[in-house]
């Protein structure tokens, strides 16, 4: 993949169909895409294969395929972990994805709002309630399960810890990566979780430049004393939130990272353009904050 690529993440298309999101990545002039499992499944299910893919995607690559989440699964869960992450890693490697995103739990914000409230939750609860340490080990070691799963796919998988988790941002997640010891365990830089969990330019800037696979460019609301859900505080577009975007994404070029950037939008507002000319304007500015043109 090329230097600083410019990847289309799946939200920036919103509902749009695989067929859609690839002409309107090549139409924009996208070096990438970054679709969801979800996406490529509704491809497959409507008798599809992936040669169908790869001759849609001409000479646009898969940056990566999201997303394997809870990754922390304990018992029973593990097991279903496994089996999940078999068959998407299958798949991602079918399109020639070069990645597969993980992230941690419990996913539901729900289940994390109803264990501080000290309330019932009828759903998974991940590891809420343990001892940090002991959360740490358990992740780590599925961490490593899962890393040589991918391995054998060819697959590099990239961490992305949520906000309301107890591992919510990379200052938590980095430290797990590297007790992990896997070459094909990354991270990517979510400007989201990493906002609302008190992170700034000054850490990102400070990240090992090999650890980070990709960025996701977002922006947020301002944080309050809610579980930070993605439908109230990621309800933000390009520039309308609280990250100070340009600051960050000058953070991360001063670590030497030229790996893959993309835009990830939750806006309400964002997911109601028109694909095609939304989708170019997002390569438009990713290209002005990434390759900035001199004056």
Not at 55 to 60: I, N, S
Request: proline share 4%; net charge negative; glycine share 8%.
């Amino acid at each position: 993949m090329k230097k600083n690529a410019i990847s289309l993440q799946s939200s920036v298309v919103g509902r749009a169909n695989l067929r859609t999101y690839i002409r309107a990545a090549h139409e924009a002039g996208f070096d990438c895409i970054e679709p969801t499992k979800v996406q490529l499944e509704y491809f497959f299910n409507a008798g599809f294969t992936a040669l169908d893919v790869k001759q849609l995607l001409g000479t646009l690559e898969v940056s990566s395929v999201g997303w394997l989440s809870d990754i922390e699964r304990q018992g029973e869960d593990f097991v279903a972990l496994m089996k999940e992450a078999e068959n998407l890693f299958a798949m991602a490697a079918s399109v020639g994805s070069h990645a597969v995103e993980i992230i941690n739990g419990p996913v539901d914000w729900r289940a994390v709002d109803s264990f501080r409230r000290g309330v019932p939750f009828e759903g998974y609860m991940g590891l809420l309630g343990l001892p940090m340490e002991e959360q740490y080990r358990k992740v780590v070691k599925n961490l490593q399960v899962l890393a040589d799963l991918a391995s054998q796919f060819q697959l590099t998988l990239f961490f992305e810890p949520l906000c309301w988790t107890p591992i919510p941002s990379l200052r938590e997640g980095i430290p797990l990566v590297k007790r992990a010891e896997r070459e094909n365990l990354k991270v990517v830089v979510d400007f989201y979780h990493n906002y609302i969990s008190g992170l700034d330019g000054e850490f990102l800037s400070q990240i090992d430049k090999d650890l980070i696979l990709g960025v996701h460019i977002c922006n947020s609301r301002k944080p309050d004393e809610r579980v930070p859900c993605e439908e109230i505080f990621r309800d933000a577009g390009f520039y309308d939130g609280e990250i100070p975007i340009q600051e960050w994404v000058k953070a991360i070029q001063a670590t030497g990272f030229q790996g893959w950037w993309a835009y990830e939008t939750f806006s309400k507002r964002e997911a109601e353009e028109e694909v095609g000319e939304f989708t170019k304007y997002v390569h438009c500015e990713l290209k002005k904050l990434i390759t900035p043109c001199p004056r």
